[in-house]
């Protein structure tokens, strides 16, 4: 860690003297130069534009940010050209005066036309991730901005993904990807690891308008991630305009109020930036549960009663500022996101035991810098940086003595009794981690490039229980150490095929407590370290056999090492296990996506894939019916076997449908167990499908879009969206009698959503029902989810 950091140094070094050296050249000449941004006219950056100075020989192709520069320009007059397969050739007149640098954006319009009968259409960038060899799908919230979603909305419309909630707004979730889920799955923000971040950074918090994309790798993980993912990795690409104001405020059933402000503002001459996004969430989460009546540890009665201990709220705040399109930097970016949220605890892992006083705080803040520079010192040589550190302060709070409650909130007093409801606890949980990535590639020609990433996480947990001062296992440290460097070489023989081949080295090292010899007379708790060492890799390629046509395989020998809560537990509802190991997987994809019209108006696209993986030391959940605890565990051996598909359907610009669904059977295969009392012992789970987990989920959607209807410039949308979950056993399916297994049922929910904008989308309202039918929906552990809920929002972009 030492020598990183100094190398981190070093570097930012190195980079300042460049800068300076780059500055007293360019005043030693007489030239100018001019760089800009190009994008779509939604907002999307476009890569691949190309941009000249008419009349001359100067001309470049934007980055994959849309970003462009220009320099040896002599001064005078010249008019600058942007021109993009399907889109509108744009030109505009510039003067450069001496040493002038001029910021020119283009916004690009887009067109179709027919060459001997096949259409061409230009390229977003959604659409240029979605055409990468790695299986992933990246699904823009363009459509979405004037609706109630959040990042967890949008995610569950993707085929292969379910995320699974313990409740209402700000519950805990649990996102599943191809059978892989929690932590197996790894998130990012912009590229920037999510996996330490306060709770009230997660998916329910992320308003939709913060949002540009989602990119969602299953399986093969990019080695520019850096990750260590198991079963793929989800992308959050923030919105990346240059000026702009988008400001929405919601309010719904539940008393639920959401407020969401982001904006951003680009110097045009200079390349000075501020980003800045902030939102709010409030809902009491009252709402109705079907649930048995306990009295004196009996069940008296089944009623549906209001959860009545549940309020959640939350805030965040990130702001970024620095300069973007210099000539030392396409970026470089200094950023802070502060959050912190509270949750009143209604129950634990199941709807077994109610609680009437347990807390959950969390605050979190989070400096960051970001550098990336395109062509640095030689063409071809990109290199980028990310760095977080990242400070949370957790609290558990369950210091109601002697009280437990039923679900009607009546309290039973207990004489006496100086017991929590679940374990009398003040714990404070001090939580620091810093992350770095860095990224460097180098295209040799246009057949050629390499790729190495590096990615280090230093994370220490500090806990104290007020309640319990003198705890043993708090007298510990508790530090995880993790580093995954990769390589990857890119081989493009034609333009129809690409091939990537990489390679990865995972480092792990932590420290903790452990019980040893327990029921003996030497029990004890002592410090227990881990240090583990993988090597992964992996190949991934794709063909177009036609222009829309597109096959995709990939195949990854893969680990995923653990996270802290896995280890070191959350102080209330997980347990720790020290001993629990990285989990291994060998993953193989292979998909075909076509997109293809008739009669010009009807755009078909169509997209499947198959999964099998095999796992090793899985990292599995534990979880029993009556228990509100829960624990982490390695089941030695599983397999899954998926098939997913995908079907879009759009008629001019008036109707589109869509739909997918997901199979995919997860099963144990392991012949036996080992434990410390018994040794090996026989699996009899061999062959059953891990519990907790749906096997059969699909989604649809429909909408209508009116446009100038009501007004000159507006916009009306009318849009439905069905989800079914096939019914699914909670715990392992051989156990307990034929009619006394648990199971969650078969559900299925309806949303309708309607919205209008006006002036071009400055004005827009939308108006929303969720769970039409107010069907019983249950989710992670059978926890109910709410029933009818209807929300207003209203938005105003500048």
Not at 609 to 624: A, G, P, T, W
Not at 683 to 705: D, E, I, M, V
Request: hydrophobic content about 35%; some cysteine; proline content about 3%.
């Amino acid at each position: 860690m030492h020598l990183y950091s100094k190398s981190i140094i070093a570097f930012l070094i190195f980079l300042a003297l460049f800068c300076l050296c780059s500055t007293a050249w360019s005043q030693a000449i007489d030239k100018a130069s001019v760089s800009g941004k190009v994008s779509s006219a939604s907002g999307e950056a476009l890569a691949g534009v190309t941009v000249v100075v008419k009349g001359t020989q100067v001309g470049i192709t934007t980055d994959q940010n849309g970003q462009f520069s220009l320099s040896g320009i002599s001064p005078g007059n010249y008019v600058l050209t942007a021109s993009f397969l399907g889109f509108e050739t744009q030109e505009k007149a510039i003067e450069l005066k001496p040493l002038q640098n001029l910021q020119v954006d283009f916004s690009l319009k887009e067109r179709t036309f027919e060459i001997e009968g096949v259409e061409v259409i230009g390229k977003s960038a959604t659409t240029q991730v979605n055409e990468q060899a790695y299986t992933v799908t990246a699904v823009s919230t363009k459509e979405l901005l004037n609706s109630t979603s959040d990042a967890k909305e949008v995610l569950n419309r993707v085929s292969g993904v379910r995320v699974l909630e313990e409740g209402g707004l700000g519950s805990r979730a649990s996102f599943s990807l191809n059978g892989f889920s929690g932590d197996q799955v790894k998130f990012f923000l912009d590229g920037l690891p999510m996996d330490n971040f306060s709770s009230s950074l997660s998916l329910s918090d992320i308003p939709v308008n913060t949002i540009e994309r989602i990119e969602v790798y299953k399986g093969v993980v990019p080695v520019w991630l850096g990750t260590d993912a198991l079963g793929g990795a989800v992308n959050i690409i923030t919105n990346k305009k240059d000026n702009f104001l988008d400001a929405s405020y919601s309010v719904g059933s539940f008393n639920t109020h959401r407020l969401s402000l982001n904006g951003a503002y680009t110097n045009p001459t200079n390349g000075f930036t501020f980003r800045g996004s902030g939102n709010y969430n409030y809902s009491d989460n009252n709402y109705k549960v079907w649930v048995p009546i306990v009295r004196n540890s009996n069940v008296v009665d089944s009623a549906e009663v209001e959860r009545f201990h549940d309020r959640y709220r939350s805030g965040t705040l990130m702001l970024e500022t620095g300069w973007t399109g210099r000539r030392y930097a396409d970026n470089l970016l200094f950023g802070v996101i502060a959050s912190g949220n509270d949750q009143q605890v209604q129950t634990g892992a199941t709807m077994g035991t109610v609680y009437g006083g347990i807390m959950r705080n969390n605050t979190s803040v989070v400096p960051t810098f970001k550098y990336s520079k395109d062509d640095l010192f030689a063409d071809g040589l990109s290199v980028s940086l990310n760095a977080a550190f990242n400070y949370t302060q957790g609290e558990v709070i369950d210091t109601l003595s002697g009280v437990t409650y039923n679900w009607l909130g009546e309290a039973t007093r207990i004489p006496g009794s100086r017991d929590g409801e679940q374990s009398r606890t003040f714990t404070t949980l001090d939580d620091t981690d810093f992350n770095s990535q860095f990224n460097a590639g180098y295209t040799i020609n246009p057949q050629h490039s390499l790729a190495l990433n590096y990615s280090v996480s230093h994370f220490r947990r500090e806990t104290f229980d007020s309640e319990n001062p003198e705890k043993i296992e708090n007298q510990f440290p508790k530090t995880l150490n993790k580093q995954v460097a990769g390589f990857a070489y890119k081989f493009d023989p034609s333009e129809k095929w690409t091939t990537t081949l990489f390679g990865k080295l995972y480092l792990l090292r932590a420290e903790t407590s452990k019980e040893f010899d327990f029921g003996g007379e030497t029990r004890r708790m002592d410090a227990f370290e881990v240090h583990k060492q993988n090597v992964g890799y992996g190949v991934a390629s794709s063909y177009f056999l036609l222009p829309t046509l597109q096959f995709r395989a990939s195949y990854e020998h893969t680990y995923r090492l653990p996270e802290p809560a896995e280890i070191f537990g959350d102080g209330l509802f997980i347990n720790p296990n020290p001993d629990l190991g990285p989990e291994q997987s060998d993953n193989f994809n292979i998909g075909a996506a076509y997109g293809f019209k008739l009669a010009q108006d009807h755009q078909f696209d169509l997209g499947s894939s198959f999964i099998y993986r095999e796992s090793k030391d899985l990292i599995h959940q534990n979880v029993r019916v009556a228990s509100p605890v829960t624990t982490y565990g390695n089941l030695s051996d599983v397999r899954t076997l998926g098939v997913e598909g995908s079907l879009k359907y759009q008629w001019r610009e008036l109707l589109h449908l869509g739909g997918s669904a997901t199979f995919q059977d997860i099963t144990d295969q392991a012949d036996s167990l080992y434990n410390d009392y018994s040794g090996w012992v026989r699996n009899f789970n061999k062959g059953f499908r891990q519990p907790n987990k749906p096997y059969l989920f699909a989604n649809a959607n429909a909408g209508l879009t009116f446009k100038d209807v009501v007004a000159p410039a507006s916009t009306l949308g009318i849009n439905y969206y069905y989800n079914f979950v096939e019914s699914y056993f909670l715990s392992w399916a051989q156990n307990g009698s034929k009619n006394g297994k648990v199971a969650i049922p078969r559900q299925a929910s309806h949303n309708l959503e309607i919205s209008l904008s006006l002036a071009d989308g400055r004005y827009n309202i939308a108006a929303e029902c969720r769970n039409l039918t107010d069907a019983r929906l249950y989710d992670k552990f059978y926890l109910q989810k709410p029933g009818r809920a209807f929300y207003l929002k209203l938005r105003y972009v500048l």
